[in-house]
């Protein structure tokens, strides 16, 4: 039995990370309708941002957290006024071709920057067990999953609440429909990116100080792709919530079957999710009248 908790503890704590990852993967996807496959690299970009933020300044977790954010957010909106702004009105095919090519250019700056060689990132953060239970954590282990907690209660309600969310909203329920009533499309896209990329500059951070900092970092972009699939492209709280579940599958899988089910399992879960609902747990089914 101890040994089972210690598997949905540790799959709880990866979950988390996937679970901000896709957040950001179904955020640019609800206001655009375009999957941004350079999510994974921002990810990591923000990261070693962090990194270089703690070199120099010897941050804490809180002020750097304060100072990465906005940093990473204002990154975000550069990529969109860049690379995806000019592209809008070609095909939804062009621009995911444009995000594969952005990934692409974020690796090799990146690798250019800092290099091949991995780092630590504790910014301050004790190392020392935590215990809850019988339960063993690290400090890092537990603020992932409260930053996934935190930041799926501040999605719910600025979604709901918020003008730009409800904007937002409309957005994705019918661009056209949103344009005509005054709501301008290229400022929600913008704002959906640098939120996008404020979910990242978290995301990134806290895997890094739970694992490590290195240039493969972006891979977590692919790996979390499943739950972006599993809670819905569309579903931004179903997201998270999914991210969780695919971090334990993955943990339970490896922990009761075979090491080799870790990297595989979570892509069988989207192939029999698609087979079955192809929008996702949580996602919104497109109904088309002819």
Same mark, same amino acid.
Request: one cysteine or more; aromatic letters at 10%.
């Given at each position: 039995?101890? #040994? +089972?908790?210690? %598997?949905?503890? $540790?799959?709880?704590?990866?979950?988390?990370?996937?679970?901000?990852?896709? @957040?950001g993967?179904?955020?640019?996807?609800?206001?655009?309708?375009?999957?941004? %496959?350079?999510?994974?690299?921002?990810?990591?970009?923000?990261?070693?941002?962090?990194?270089?933020?703690?070199?120099?300044?010897?941050l804490? +977790?809180?002020?750097?957290?304060?100072?990465?954010?906005?940093?990473? @957010?204002?990154?975000?909106?550069?990529?969109?006024?860049?690379?995806?702004?000019?592209?809008?009105?070609?095909?939804? %095919?062009?621009?995911?071709?444009?995000?594969?090519?952005?990934?692409?250019i /974020?690796?090799?700056?990146?690798?250019?920057?800092?290099?091949?060689?991995?780092?630590?990132? $504790?910014?301050?953060? $004790? $190392?020392?067990?935590?215990?809850?239970?019988?339960?063993? +954590?690290? !400090?890092a282990?537990? @603020?992932?999953?409260?930053?996934? !907690?935190?930041?799926?209660? /501040?999605?719910?309600?600025?979604?709901?609440?918020?003008?730009?969310?409800?904007?937002?909203?409309?957005?994705?329920?019918?661009?056209?429909?949103?344009?005509?009533? =005054?709501?301008?499309?290229?400022?929600?896209?913008?704002i959906?990116?640098?939120?996008?990329?404020?979910?990242?500059?978290?995301?990134?951070?806290?895997?890094?100080m739970?694992?490590? /900092?290195?240039?493969?970092?972006?891979?977590?972009?692919?790996?979390? %792709?499943?739950?972006?699939? #599993? =809670?819905?492209?569309?579903?931004?709280?179903?997201? !998270?919530?999914?991210?969780?579940?695919?971090?334990?599958i993955?943990?339970?899988?490896?922990?009761?079957?075979?090491?080799?089910?870790?990297?595989?399992?979570?892509?069988?879960?989207?192939?029999?999710? /698609? @087979?079955?609902?192809?929008?996702?747990?949580?996602?919104?089914?497109?109904?088309?009248?002819?």
């Amino acid at each position: 039995m101890d #040994l +089972f908790l210690l %598997f949905v503890s $540790t799959g709880l704590v990866i979950g988390a990370s996937y679970g901000l990852i896709a @957040m950001g993967f179904a955020l640019v996807y609800k206001a655009t309708g375009v999957v941004n %496959f350079a999510h994974g690299e921002l990810v990591m970009l923000t990261a070693y941002v962090a990194f270089s933020l703690t070199q120099a300044f010897d941050l804490s +977790f809180i002020p750097l957290m304060l100072v990465t954010i906005p940093i990473s @957010m204002l990154i975000g909106l550069a990529l969109e006024r860049i690379f995806i702004r000019p592209m809008l009105g070609e095909p939804v %095919f062009s621009i995911v071709m444009v995000t594969i090519g952005l990934a692409v250019i /974020l690796r090799g700056v990146t690798m250019m920057i800092w290099g091949p060689d991995p780092h630590n990132l $504790t910014a301050g953060v $004790t $190392t020392r067990v935590i215990m809850i239970g019988h339960l063993p +954590f690290y !400090a890092a282990q537990l @603020m992932s999953i409260a930053a996934l !907690a935190i930041c799926t209660a /501040l999605a719910w309600a600025f979604l709901r609440f918020s003008r730009i969310g409800i904007a937002m909203r409309a957005v994705a329920a019918h661009e056209t429909a949103a344009l005509l009533v =005054g709501i301008s499309v290229k400022r929600i896209h913008a704002i959906a990116w640098a939120l996008s990329a404020a979910l990242a500059a978290v995301a990134g951070v806290l895997f890094a100080m739970n694992f490590k /900092l290195a240039p493969d970092l972006w891979f977590q972009g692919l790996k979390s %792709f499943p739950a972006v699939i #599993l =809670g819905g492209l569309d579903a931004i709280l179903g997201s !998270a919530m999914a991210g969780l579940i695919i971090g334990l599958i993955e943990n339970l899988s490896q922990g009761y079957i075979g090491q080799g089910l870790r990297e595989t399992s979570g892509f069988i879960v989207i192939i029999v999710v /698609l @087979m079955v609902r192809p929008y996702g747990l949580f996602g919104d089914k497109d109904i088309e009248r002819v």
